[in-house]
Structure formats: C-alpha cells, structure tokens
C-alpha cells in the first residue's frame, strides 16, 4: 500500500479504527480492510488509485453525518475518508464561500462566522 505524506492507512486494532468506522448514525457500523484518511486532493487520488489496483469496493466518508449505510456499508473494502479536508474559506479574489469536502455544517457556520461574519441558514437531520 502506498501512503502519500499527507495520508495516513488506519488497520483494524489501530485506536483510530473505530472513531473512523463510525459516523454520526451509530447504527451503522464499517468493517473494511482499512480506512485512507486523506488530507488533499491527491492523496484522494492515491487512495482510489491504490483501491482500485487491489480490487477493493471504495467507499467515501465526508464529515460522517450519513443517515444511510452508504459509507460504512463496505466490509471488506476500503474506505476513503474526507474528514480531513474540513476548510472552509471565502476566496480572496470572487468572493465566493469555499467548503471542502469533509467539512461538518457546523465546520461552515463557525468557520464562516468566526473569520468572516457571515451567517448561513442551516438546520438539522435529525429525526
């Protein structure tokens, strides 16, 4: 397995394993040979790229909020994990809000509001 500088493999009996093999909906609950905790675009591409040669199913866990299994339901394969990748930022140059992939809404309203003063409407998935 490759590991890129950025990107770290985490292995069943790693402590990290199971605070990455859950997400916010505790019923689900992975079992993949490993997980990529990726922190920028090309370790992502590392990640699939070394998947894909292995013949693993991928899966990709963003901020881990997934009310559904499609993350965690992947035994056996890899899972290429964005929680890393949690920036969000206002381009200097458009103006625009920038949100990585693996940010949380709450990632967005603090680092919106606390380096910004910018408010977004947002609400919550709970059921």
Known sequence: MNNSAGMSVVLPGDPRFGAVTRGFNQRWIADPAYV???SGPADVVAAVESAVR?????TVRSGGHCYENFAYGNAGGVIVDLS???GVYVD?????????AGATLFDVHVQLYKR???ALP???ATL
């Open 36 to 38: 990529r905790l990726c």
């Open 54 to 58: 292995d013949g693993l199913r991928i």
């Open 84 to 86: 890393l990748m949690n």
């Open 92 to 100: 200097a140059e458009t103006g625009w809000s920038v949100v990585d």
């Open 116 to 118: 910004h003063g910018v």
């Open 122 to 124: 947002g609400g919550s």
